[in-house]
């Protein structure tokens, strides 16, 4: 997991809007109080190179999905990538500018592919 939190959004770029209703669920309960923008490692562009945009941002998923190359891998990489507005400067600052309740939760996915990615057991390749 790498980050481009000080990046401004100007490279981002938005679909056509679309409304959806949020469905009620529970909150999920991870450990992530010591995630920050300043505590993720920046993204390093000279290893990765934009191939193509597979799905622009809508205003129902917040964030845009790209093809990279991963050139010290030697293989194409799926990128999630959420404006600077939508993602804040912390989980805090996220949960309390869209609310607690809120099904996309940029902060919840950097966890869970940070915990997937992590050398143990629990790693997941990929």
Do not use: N
Not at 19 to 25: P, T
Not at 101 to 122: F, K
């Amino acid at each position: 997991v790498e980050s481009s939190c000080a990046d401004s959004d100007a490279d981002f770029k938005y679909g056509a809007g679309s409304s959806s209703s949020q469905r009620s669920l529970p909150p999920l309960y991870v450990r992530e109080e010591h995630l920050s923008c300043e505590e993720l490692p920046d993204w390093d562009q000279s290893r990765y190179e934009m191939i193509r945009i597979v799905q622009l941002a809508e205003d129902s998923q917040h964030a845009q999905i790209e093809l990279h190359f991963d050139k010290v891998l030697s293989t194409e990489v799926a990128v999630k990538r959420f404006s600077r507005q939508r993602l804040c400067s912390s989980p805090e600052e996220f949960r309390a500018r869209w609310g607690a309740e809120d099904l996309e939760d940029p902060w919840q996915e950097i966890y869970v592919a940070s915990y997937l990615g992590q050398v143990g057991p629990s790693r997941v390749p990929g």
